[in-house]
T-cell receptor, first 111, second 112 residues
């Protein structure tokens, strides 16, 4: 069945450095790839997304890249700040299926 | 102020009791979802509803039940048949794009 593999499961970076989280999907029909940020004790919040007809999208310090041929997409956070500490989930979606989430990455920013 | 509300934030129950978790949205979304999240793990789909008076089982529906009598409301009942009900429960809704989901703040259920 369809699944999304997300790596790493935990990531610790120095404040100001960059963080990269990678996901691999299996459903070639998937055409929408959102990223969610979940802070402690709260619900996930959509932070950025990318559609299959685009290779990269940026929003201030965060960016997402998509390689449809290799079936993987990545989240890039630059100039990390303490408030970036959270759990990040990738997801894939196609109109023929329901959304499928990755297992999450716990990002910690060291001061 | 549009969004999804879940109540209560914390819920405690004795084993063997049914408990209902509330989820309300004022985003005018057709689709609503319930997920379960265990410590350090991802999101597992329990039930979803794409339209009023209709719902489908997700990946882990056993021991749970739902209703969708109103567009705005999608309550989840955790029954005594659920073997391990202690978890963090998240409700979500989506508009035209099902992949773009809006989550509520969650309810942490503890059953002892």
């Amino acid at each position: 069945g369809e699944n999304v593999e997300q790596h790493p499961s935990t990531l610790s970076v120095q404040e100001g450095d960059s963080a990269v989280i990678k996901c691999t999907y299996s459903d070639s029909a998937s055409n929408y790839f959102p990223w969610y940020k979940q802070e402690l004790g709260k619900g996930p919040q959509l932070i950025i997304d990318i559609r299959s007809n685009v290779g990269e999208k940026k929003d201030q310090r965060i960016a997402v890249t998509l390689n449809k041929t290799a079936k993987h997409f990545s989240l890039h956070i630059t100039e990390t700040q303490p408030e970036d500490s959270a759990v990040y989930f990738c997801a894939e979606y196609s109109s023929a299926s329901k959304i499928i989430f990755g297992s999450g990455t716990r990002l910690s920013i060291r001061p | 102020d549009g969004g999804i509300t879940q109540s209560p934030k914390y819920l405690f129950r004795k084993e063997g009791q049914n408990v209902t978790l509330s989820c309300e949205q004022n985003l005018n979304h057709d689709a609503m979802y319930w997920y379960r999240q265990d410590p350090g793990q991802g999101l597992r789909l329990i039930y979803y509803s794409q339209i009023v008076n209709d719902f489908q089982k997700g990946d882990i529906a056993e021991g749970y039940s739902v209703s969708r009598e109103k567009k705005e409301s999608f309550p989840l009942t955790v029954t005594s048949a659920q073997k391990n009900p202690t978890a963090f429960y998240l409700c979500a809704s989506s508009g035209q794009l099902a992949g773009e989901q809006y989550f509520g703040p969650g309810t942490r259920l503890t059953v002892t």
